[in-house]
């Protein structure tokens, strides 16, 4: 099992920047992915952005050029940096990691773009 910690959500103005931070413990080493969905309220769940073992990334078409993904593989982190932000991007994010056919998720942070 892996368990995920996140951190970094936030009130931010339209047009600015926050960074999301994921921390991995656990069965780290069977980890082939992490990333990010969001959900806004009445929506479904969407990827925003994953990165897998070997660092190859993509991203959500809504996103691309804003966000950016990466790791630190030493500290077992997923790291989240979103620029430009707009009202849209408002939703809880959520970190997940994908091994063994398996899903394993965050708690969840919210994230508000609001002026």
């Known amino acids: 099992q892996v368990q995920l910690v996140e951190s970094g959500g936030g009130l931010v103005q339209p047009g600015g920047s926050l960074r999301l931070s994921c921390a991995a413990s656990g069965n780290i080493f069977s980890i082939y992915a992490m990333g990010w969905y969001r959900q806004a309220p009445e929506k479904q769940r969407e990827l925003v952005a994953g990165?897998?073992?070997?660092?190859?990334?993509n991203y959500a078409d809504s996103v691309k050029g804003r966000f950016t993904i990466s790791s630190d593989n030493a500290k077992n982190t997923v790291y989240l940096l979103m620029n430009g932000l707009k009202p849209e991007d408002t939703a809880v994010y959520y970190c997940?990691?994908?091994?063994?056919?398996?899903?394993?998720w965050g708690q969840g942070t919210q994230v508000t773009v609001s002026s």
């Open positions: 990165i897998t073992n070997i660092g190859s990334t």
């Open positions: 997940y990691a994908y091994l063994a056919g398996d899903y394993y």
